[in-house]
């Protein structure tokens, strides 16, 4: 099984926006990962956390390169400490019935309010 991806998708939004062809509020950036604030935040603290690499969801991007996703989590992690304490929820909608409506591997890291669970 090929595990590889291609490295940018020219119809990938994520791609778009980590490639600077459409603008975003980038939050971090380094070679591998790109975090920006969610166009419609629902904390006070909202940033997605993406490779610059493009996978479709969180599965395929553990397994294919799980140092990659742990830069994910670890930059999540750094906002997360800038911007709320160092409290956070961190979460991959994976599937379309699970909520995923982008389909290039995003972390949502949510803070800076309590949160609830279950969530919905
Ligand atoms: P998903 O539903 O796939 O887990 O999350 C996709 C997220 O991307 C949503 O929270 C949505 O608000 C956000 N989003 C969609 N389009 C844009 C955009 O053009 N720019 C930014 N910054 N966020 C977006
Ligand atoms: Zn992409």
Known sequence: MNLSSPDTNPECLFCRIVAGDLPADVVRRDERVVAFRDIDPKAPVHVLVV???????????????????????????EVAADECD???????????AAGQSVFHVHGHVLGGRSMQWPPG
């Open 86 to 96: 160092g409290q956070f929820r961190l979460l991959f909608n994976t599937g379309r």
């Open 51 to 77: 490779p610059v690499a493009h996978y479709p969801d969180v599965a395929a991007l553990a397994a294919a390169d799980k140092d990659l996703l742990a830069d994910v989590v670890r930059v999540g992690a």
